[in-house]
Structure formats: C-alpha cells, structure tokens
C-alpha cells in the first residue's frame, strides 16, 4: 500500500465548544511538488487557541477557514524533495502548513531551521509565534518598568510564561495566573515568578490583591473571563492592558447576561488613563530580528525557561485543540505528527 | 452696606442627576491679600462637564470637593489688589478660582491673559482647557491621518468644536454628532464639518454608517452612551479612542442593565487591534506652548471658530450646569460673574 497524505479538515463549524465532528480525516494522494516548489513531511504542527477563531465565520483579523479546506497552522516539517533553489531534501524549516503529514510550498511561508541552535519544536512556541507575541505586545504595548507589577494569566502557556519571564527581565515583578497546583509550581518554580496563583481557588480575587500590594501596572490580557474581573479594581492610573487574546470567551456564543460591565470599564479608563490595545504579534514583524537574537540568548542564559506539551499523532490534534481551550494542555501545545 | 462675596459651596453630594439643593450660597467678607498674594475679582466663570466628577466622593484623577467647600473651576478674574511682585491691580488673569465673586491667590494658578489678542473669555474654551483637550487627545493619541475619518460627539461644545476642526486641518474628514437641529446647523455651518447628525434622530445609527462609508479611524469619546453603540460597529482596524469624558453617563448610579457588552468590546478590540486610552490634558502639558501658538493661529486665520454661551450672574451657575450636562447649552458654558 503506497503512503497516503493524512488531512485534517474543518466538517462544520462549532458553536460554542468544538467538538470532534467539526473536523474530518480524509487521505489524499501525496502530492508532487512542481517547479519552484518543495514538498514537506510534517514533523509537528502547533495548536493555538487563535485556530479557534478561524474555525468561525465571523469577521477578524485573519480570514476564516472555509468549510472543507485543512485546518490552518504553524509547523515544523522536513524537505522531502526540493524544485526550489533554496531548499535541500532533509532541510528543516518552519513552515504554515496546517494540520496534515504532508505539504506542498513555494518557499514563502518558510524558514530554515538550524536543529544544532535550538530543538526545532522551540519553533512554534518560545521561538516562534507565542514567544513573539509575549515580546512584542509585552516590551512595545505594556513597557513594564522596573518595579512595576505585571500580571499574566494562563502563565504555564508559550506566551504568559514567555511574558512573566521578559517581566522579570526587565526588573518587573511578574505575578502569573494559572489553572492548578501543578501549573502553579511549574510558574512559580521554573519559570521563577515572583507569585503563581490559581484562578480556581474561592479566594482568587482576594489573593490577586495580595499579591499585588502597589496595584498592576501592566494586565497582559489572553484569556477574559472571570480574570479580568478580579485585576479591573486593581489596575493603576497609566496601566497598560495589551489584549492578545480571550480564550475564555472563545467558545462562548452571547449574548452575555447583565449587569452591563462596559460603563464601568469605561469610567475606570477615563479616570485612571487606562490604555486597552488589541493587537497580533505580525503588526510588529520588524522586531523579528531583534526578538530571535534577545530571546535566543536568554534562553542560552538560562533566563527565559519553557514547557513543551507534546501529543502523539495527528489523528491526535482534534482532541488535543478541544483540551487546550479548556486549559488540558501543560506547557506549549504541539502535535509530533510523524 | 458693604460688597461681601458671594461663594457657591457643596452642600451635598448629588446622586444622579445634581439638583439646586446640592449647592449652597454664602456671604463672606472679602478677603484681604497677604504678602505674595492678590485679590482677585471674577468676571468668568467657566462650567465644565468634569465638574460633576468633582461633586462625587468617588476615587477620580483629582480630589473630591469636601462637602462645604467652594466649587471648583477655572476663572477669569481681575487683579483688585496685589502684594505679589509679578501683579498689578487691573492685571486680567486666568485663575482656578471656583464658583466665587473674589478670590485669593498666591500666583502659582495664574496665567496673564492680554486682552488685545483674545477675548479673555477664550482663555476659558478654544484657547484653554477645553481647547487643549481636543488638541492634545487628538494629536497625540488620535493621530489622524489624511483622508480617515474622525466622529466626534458633543461637537457644538467646546472640545468637540476643537476636535473636528483640527481633524479637518490635519486633512481628515469630520463627522460631528449633536443634539437637535441649531447645534447640528452650528456644526456644519460655522465650523465646517463635513458631516453634522442629530443624535436624537430615530435613524441615528444608519445616518452614521451611511457618513462614514469607509468606518471610523479615530473616535474622540467625550459623551459614552448610545452615541458609542452606534460608533462601536464602525470602528476600522487600528482605530484609536482617545477617552477625555463620559458626560452621558456622569449621573448615572448603577450596576447597568445588562446585556453585557465588555465581551464584544474586547472581542473587538482583539480582532481589530483597538486602542482605547483614556486622559487629561494636563498629563500632556509640555505641549502647551506649541498648543497656545497654533491654535491662535488657527483662529487668526478664521481655519478655527468657536461658539460661546454666556449666561449672566454667579447665582445662575448651579441651573446652567444642571443644564449643561443634559446638553442644553449652545457651545462653550461660560458664567458671567461681574
């Protein structure tokens, strides 16, 4: 029996939480690349919470999905074989090649990968895109100055963890939000935050508070829910919330119950000069280079740590996605695919 | 019978809307000035929205007005008598007075006004601090670009007058909101507007869109309110709001009614990379001197007009501010004192 190429597509769109029949296996001739192009195999494919966004129809930054077409994603594959001039048959490179095992490209979505630098998988998380957001919206949006006090929620994850940890650099105190004892441990004791906290326990908002005796300069904002509820009053005058993500809301389909939350959002903006800042990490493609070197030499240093959740197979991936925006994952999401 | 002063103290604390019996009238002897002081003579009062921030205990960007103490705001006065050596009697000033007939100064609030080159009364609207609102939160955080397009509401007052003007010059397109047809016709006809609705229409929402065929670069927010229901889907990607006030929902007690809207609004700002950022204008106070020059400019050359709405007698302050936060003024609220 010949190899055949695995693909995972978007079946339907969710609504509300996704569930496994949103998405279909389907095997399909590997494809031959043509002149100019290379064919990939896969290694390992990154899961985002952002991939939830595309699985809907509504208007965002990104286009969505259509129905049909292989899930979107980043990922780390190998040249199988190259009619491309930059490219050699074993290269590895990082690459958008979606949730499948093998890939045709014409070289634009990739870039080599050196596995003696760094372990290739670093790629899609404290190296790659999560890193990237964690720097650029961290350092350019919420310019943490020493002493202040950042808060990160889903601090175990690429880009809370990326983000407390640039804090501390930056001779900030980072205070990271978690789900669990484990969790907690892995914030507090690898990636050396000055306090973990579990946004389970009964008594989260008042341990925030505690935590947090001169108040939260910087909220670097990637989940919503119930977090926000218990940073909003402790938020001071000039304090910077950039917003990266909601992926507590994500799977919610409103509308939302009262009380309106929104006047009060707006008085505290108004009277403490708050600035709320929604962005993508490719808005400041221009520090790529900067960030690379910077994090690649904290990681070299022993400053900047990070966790890997690898899952085994593709056929893995839906599961894995679904566990993941409920918090399942523990450290960065990837998928080993072959 | 000797001429006393009339001073206007907070006799309670409004809850909702300010009623006359929040404010009580007292006779003083006039005061005599010490060493380094002047006596000042008030002949205008200016009236403005934050003042009703002022009557609240609540935590603000600036202090509470303790129950009995003269309401504060930003006068002109003449010197009567001065012991202070910058000063001399017949001097006009701007001061920070409060709502009284004659006050004591030491000269750190004081700024020398000359009248021949503007009417004092400017010093209170298009060349003070309303003025300055609309110049440095549009310049600074709203950044307008050729040919985007800017809403303001408010705009026959005094800081959103400013806003559309200077939108205008910096080549962008200015839509105005307002309320009722002599305001709107303010808008349009004397300060050139491109666009002037009527936010009571019962069509507001569409007449908005259909003014702003490309979407909205840059809300100056200084109402909230359904004002902000009809602006919010027609924000573009990267707008900016800069938040200078919130006068539709200054008396408004809650918790609000839901639906909640904090979900779509941060969903928004996510997906189009808003930025939201609330200020004062004295945060920006270095730009004062490029600001006093410019906009005496612009009004010398005619590029900028203003609209003023002077009521007569320091006993006509509490009605006219009543009024002003429910929009019955017509332009810039100025008191007549003497």
């Known amino acids: 029996m010949t190899e055949q190429n695995l693909q995972i597509l978007l079946a339907s769109r969710p609504v509300g939480r996704p569930s496994p029949d949103n998405f279909e296996f389907v095997h399909t001739p590997i494809p031959s690349p043509g002149e100019g192009q290379v064919l990939l195999k896969i290694r390992y494919l990154s899961l985002d919470p952002y991939m939830r966004g595309r699985m809907s129809a509504a208007k965002s930054y990104a286009a969505s999905v259509e129905i049909g ?5 980043g990922t780390v594959a190998e040249v199988l074989e190259s009619r491309h001039p930059d490219y050699a048959a074993g290269d590895r490179v990082l690459s958008y090649s979606g949730w499948q095992a093998h890939a045709l490209s014409d070289g634009t979505d990739l870039r080599k990968l050196d596995p003696q630098q760094a372990p290739v998988t670093t790629a899609l ?3 790659g895109m999560p890193g990237f957001t964690a720097y650029a919206g961290l350092l350019t949006l919420g310019q943490p100055k020493p002493g202040e006090t950042v808060v990160v929620a889903a601090a175990s994850g690429p880009v809370g963890a990326a983000v407390g940890q640039i804090a501390r650099i930056k001779a900030a105190r980072a205070v990271g939000i978690a789900g669990g004892p484990d969790k907690c441990a892995l914030v507090r004791d690898a990636f050396g ?3 973990a906290l579990d946004h389970r326990s009964p008594t989260f908002a008042e341990e925030l508070q505690a935590a947090c005796p001169d108040g939260i300069d910087v909220y670097f904002e990637n989940v919503g829910g119930k977090v926000w509820d218990a940073v909003f009053p402790l938020l001071n ?5 950039p917003v990266c993500g909601l992926v507590a809301q994500y799977n919610s389909t409103g509308p939302f119950d009262g009380p309106d939350r929104l006047p009060i959002l707006m008085r505290d903006v108004l009277t403490k000069s708050l600035t709320i800042r929604g962005f993508i990490q490719r808005e400041f493609h221009a520090q790529r280079p900067a960030f690379y070197r910077e994090m690649a030499q904290w990681i070299a240093e022993g400053r900047v740590k990070y966790q890997e959740d690898i899952v085994d197979g593709l056929e893995s991936a839906p ?3 679904i566990g993941m925006l409920e918090g399942r994952n523990f450290g960065k999401l990837i998928v080993q695919v072959s």
Chains 1, 2 share one sequence.
């Open 69 to 73: 077409q292989v899930m979107e994603g």
């Open 125 to 127: 998380g404290v190296l």
């Open 193 to 195: 935050f000055d306090v």
């Open 237 to 241: 005058t000039f304090a910077r919330i």
């Open 319 to 321: 599961e894995a996605f």
